[in-house]
């Protein structure tokens, strides 16, 4: 497969410049894998997040006005490192302190713990949330939930924005932060493997026809596979895995996010999303805001993962509705 690129080592950098001639309220640190909101207002709290590409249009496409307010990029599938986060923060910092949402992979959170250390020793205040959405298991650790960061994680940058545009402080953030990440839960399936631009084979192999539960952003591979059968089959599964984590009643409130993991079709993903609906209305959810497009990807896979956040704070539910110029909401 023919990946559009000049140079592997530049795509990144090919690709920010990209965005940047599409979206002019964004600009780039000099020499370093950041892209921030030109038009931040220095008396906010800045946010900050980011991680690995091979996400887009996570994470450059919630830089802006009530969501990020800066996004520091890594190499493909890797995290960028420790040096280049804290190049963000003594950037960001205008003295009131830098809030960062982490997704929870080993490596994301090596790097920016070290980084936030060593802002912290060097005066800047820091306090931070990790994503940690996803609900699915893994079949080599009896079955232990992975607790990945996924594309849950989006929630938290659009409430946390808008929170931070309406004047919250750094306490504040962290209680917002605290409160909505234990109500995110996401979960997915992929009918193909991400591969690597330019690479021979996926990143696992699946036997075309069969569908693979529980995959990861990075190309990991679920905790089951299975033959389709169809989008109703595939929506009865993620219910079922949402409601053993939520263990909801009837008329509780919910958002919902569908999340495109690459190259599914809008045709499939509507389809899917049709399904999905109707069994949460049997189910007797009250969902009050729904997102459904491609969020966090992972590369070329053909998936879908699904988000359900409980609904606990009606302040949640104006933050989403609130309008932002980051172009990927």
């Known amino acids: 497969m023919v990946t559009i690129l000049n140079h592997r080592n530049k795509m990144i950098e090919h690709y920010m410049k990209g965005m940047l001639l599409a979206h002019p309220h964004l600009a780039k640190l000099p020499d370093q894998p950041i892209i921030y909101n030109r038009n931040q207002n220095p008396d906010l709290i800045p946010i900050l997040s980011g991680g690995g590409s091979g996400h887009e249009p996570a994470h450059i496409g919630f830089v802006g006005d009530g969501m990020l307010t800066a996004a520091v990029y890594g190499d493909l ?5 420790w040096e280049q986060i ?3 923060l003594r950037f960001l910092n205008k003295g009131r302190g830098v809030f960062v949402i982490i997704k929870n992979f080993e490596a994301d959170i090596r790097e920016f713990s070290k980084a936030i250390h060593q802002a912290r020793n060097e005066g800047i205040a820091v306090k931070y949330i990790v994503s940690h959405d996803d609900i699915s298991v893994e079949p080599k650790k009896n079955f232990q939930m992975r607790h990945r960061g996924l594309a849950g994680t989006i929630l938290l940058h659009k409430i946390l924005g808008q929170a931070a545009l309406l004047g919250a402080d750094l306490d504040e953030l962290e209680q917002v932060a605290f409160g909505l990440a234990t109500e995110i839960a996401t979960i997915g399936f992929a009918t193909k493997s991400a591969t690597i631009p330019n690479a021979a084979l996926p990143l696992f192999e699946l036997p075309e ?4 539960f529980g995959i990861g952003i990075h190309g990991e591979e679920g905790y089951r596979t299975v033959p389709f059968s169809s989008s109703e089959q595939l929506a009865v599964e993620i219910t079922n895995k949402l409601q053993m984590k939520f ?4 008329k509780d409130a919910f958002i919902l996010l569908v999340n495109n993991l690459g190259t599914t079709t809008e045709l499939e993903q509507g389809i899917f999303l049709n399904d999905l ?4 209305d049997l189910e007797g959810l009250d969902i009050a805001y729904i997102k459904n497009g491609k ?3 992972s590369l070329d896979m053909t998936g879908i993962s699904v988000t359900l956040a409980r609904l606990k704070d009606p302040n949640w539910l104006d933050y989403l509705k609130a309008p932002t110029n980051a172009f990927a909401w």
């Open 77 to 81: 599938f890797t995290p960028p490192s």
């Open 86 to 88: 804290l190049a963000a």
């Open 209 to 212: 026809n069969d569908i693979s």
């Open 247 to 250: 263990h909801w009643q009837e």
């Open 277 to 280: 609906g109707q069994l949460l």
């Open 295 to 297: 969020y966090m990807t």
